[in-house]
């Protein structure tokens, strides 16, 4: 599988397939497409169903293939910001946020992801479920805005407000932390909470979270 992304602030990843090759969608995220690739809609068993239910995405998958020779299909951004590709493998699985998973190779799995920590979902604002993705293969997610990417050591950390973190790796960890002090909770404008996401790993922040977005034009 080829593919491009184009197009911004509004960008869409155009894949190449070559005859047999498959593409897997959560949500409807299909743009346009040649006439040779065939669309297919299952629940690909009642618990991933179920867990992909949890984690924001549709209880069922739409699975495309190329027929007959190469086949394009184009999957759009559905907001403002970037669409990243991710290259999965064993020991390299990525936890991203709520409907941030676009499409993918259909050898890459998504599953929830549950925080250990309840306050790192019920407060953090980044959500107690997540979305995990394994297997092999390109899977590409989009991002509110622009992203940032650290590559955090082992014990170091990195501190976020409500809504920026996107996705990590793996091997990241994420816990919540007051913010210190009545008056800087009350005052500050920033709100109760941060995100702490430790490494080892990398973790991918986004600069125009949605929330922040609404919040603004809700005074209008």
């Given at each position: 599988m080829k593919y491009e992304i184009k197009g911004t602030p509004l960008p869409v990843a155009i894949c190449y397939l070559e005859t047999g090759e498959q593409m897997i969608t959560e949500r409807g995220s299909m743009s346009w497409m040649s006439p040779n690739m065939e669309m297919e809609t299952n629940a690909g068993g009642f618990g991933k169903a179920l867990g992909r239910m949890f984690s924001g995405e549709s209880l069922f998958r739409n699975t495309y293939t190329a027929k007959g020779g190469q086949g394009t299909i184009a999957f759009a951004s559905s907001f403002p910001g970037s669409i990243v590709p991710f290259e999965i493998q064993p020991g390299k699985e990525l936890i991203v946020q709520k409907s941030g998973f676009l499409a993918s190779e259909n050898t890459v799995e998504l599953s929830v992801h549950i925080q250990k920590k309840l306050g790192a979902g019920f407060f953090g604002g980044e959500g107690f479920i997540m979305q995990?993705?394994?297997?092999?293969?390109?899977?590409?997610?989009e991002f509110d805005g622009a992203v940032m990417e650290y590559d955090l050591a082992a014990g170091q950390s990195i501190v976020l407000d409500t809504g920026y973190l996107a996705a990590m790796e793996g091997t990241c960890t994420m816990e919540i932390r007051q913010v210190p002090g009545l008056k800087n909770k009350l005052l500050g404008g920033e709100g109760f909470f941060n995100t702490v996401v430790s490494g080892p790993g990398k973790v991918y922040i986004q600069t125009m979270p949605i929330n922040k977005v609404a919040g603004a034009l809700l005074t209008y």
């Open positions: 995990k993705l394994s297997g092999h293969g390109i899977a590409f997610v």
